[in-house]
């Protein structure tokens, strides 16, 4: 079988399109009205390492601003070990780096980033005495940070950050001034000014690796590792009323140790997890569950790779595929990315890629649209440089049924289709 001329042919059906932007001749498939081009589970790299701190870059963290935008907070071991944020822009061959700029002039970790309106970000770290929290401002690839505010006055460790509307974020981290117990705290935002609430106990017990993500305007989930239970792998809901987080009972994802925990919603109702299970072999592995309420029901969990695997990043492409970036603690601890179908609670893993051929930590990744995403690490071979690169998810050209596109009508809107002969 073959396409037939792109030009228009009479009789040709107009559908209208979804998912990934469609050109002219591409194969398709055909769902009721709609025509898409399906997107498959292999990945390719885009566009090879770029540097963004030529310095030992610490504490890792990436949130997508637009389509071809990125912010990168960091702790720039160059500079004092401060905290900095730095603007990527791709345009799918390159990357153009902006200038670091300094959130403020103190030793940070622990650092989070999330984006919580169409120019505005918010960025949480540790300074070794306190959890802070500065917003800023993006205009091109320049950030500017109204001052730090804190909301912890003990040391705040893996702190995770949120947006719950444009107005209000979520963090959540382990309180070492407070037992180490888990916390979270919420602030609406005005300008670049936070406004923080009353810090909630969700786990009364040592807390670590927790991170969080939103579900809904009023709704956040929390993963992390409770070492009041051997240090297995749970998570709990929690609805927002103003700035108070009502959190549900804990469920344990995971009954063994699990560390490096990512997660990310993948719909209002449906969450991923990405950990390292130590009661597997230290392989990295997924979880999916569907939320009733604050109440998550877990499926099985399934492994991404088949050696140790540390600092893990989950991200969303689509509401049935997510992105997955780790390091690989085999004989390279290479970076390595990979594409999970989730149908269900059942992720199905694709075909691994090497982004970085060497050892890579704090590997953090952000989508930028459905197909493609970046991600930003600490290339340990590198110098210990800030790196970061883009992939892309490829085309399935087995999942189409006898359809392309002609040469009528607006690709990604409205199309016209012809059948293959």
């Known amino acids: 079988m073959g396409i037939q001329s792109t030009k228009a042919v009479a009789g040709a059906k107009k559908l209208t399109a979804t998912g990934p932007t469609i050109s002219l001749g591409d194969l398709v498939k055909i769902t009721g009205a709609n025509a898409e081009k399906p997107i498959g589970t292999d990945l390719t790299l885009d566009i090879d390492p770029s540097t963004f701190e030529s310095a030992t870059t ?102 995770s950050v949120i947006a719950v509307d444009t107005d209000k974020i979520a963090v959540s981290y382990e309180d070492s001034g407070n037992s180490s117990y888990g916390t979270c705290i919420v602030a609406t935002i005005s300008g670049t000014t936070p406004s923080f609430g009353s810090e909630v106990v969700f786990e009364s017990a040592t807390t670590t690796y927790t991170y969080i993500a939103k579900l809904d305007t009023d709704k956040i989930a929390v993963a992390y590792r409770d070492e009041g239970n051997s240090s297995y792998g749970t998570c709990i809901i929690a609805t927002i009323s103003g700035t108070v987080p009502s959190f549900g009972s804990a469920v344990v994802f995971n009954s063994a140790d699990s560390l490096y925990i990512s997660m990310v919603d993948i719909d209002t109702d449906k969450i991923a997890i990405a950990y390292r299970d130590a009661g597997n072999s230290y392989y990295g592995s997924c979880i999916v569950a569907t939320v009733s309420g604050t109440v998550p029901s877990f499926g099985t969990s399934v492994s991404i790779s088949s050696v140790s695997s540390f600092w893990i990043s989950v991200t969303k492409l689509d509401t049935d595929k997510i992105a997955i970036a780790f390091g690989d603690d085999s004989a390279n601890f290479d970076g390595v990315a990979l594409v999970a179908t989730i149908s269900g609670t059942v992720p199905t893993v694709g075909s691994e890629l090497i982004y970085e051929s060497g050892n890579s930590d704090y590997n953090a990744i952000t989508s930028i649209d459905t197909t493609n995403a970046i991600v930003a690490y600490k290339d340990v071979q590198g110098s210990n440089y800030g790196k970061v690169v883009e992939i892309s998810v490829d085309f399935d050209d087995t999942d189409t049924n006898g359809v392309a596109i002609s040469g009528e009508g607006t690709p990604n809107r409205h199309v016209a289709v012809q059948e293959l002969s």
Do not use: H, M, R
């Open 58 to 159: 610490n504490w890792v963290s990436i949130c997508k601003v637009n389509s071809t935008k990125v912010a990168i907070a960091y702790s720039d071991a160059g500079n004092s070990n401060y905290i900095t944020c730095v603007i990527a822009t791709t345009d799918g061959s390159s990357f153009t780096i902006g200038t670091p700029v300094v959130i403020a002039s103190e030793v940070g970790q622990y650092t989070s980033v999330c984006l919580t309106s169409t120019d505005k970000i918010a960025v949480c770290y540790n300074t070794g005495t306190n959890g802070k929290c500065a917003i800023a401002t993006i205009s091109g690839t320049t950030p500017s940070f109204g001052t730090a505010v804190s909301y912890n006055s003990g040391e705040a460790k893996y702190n």
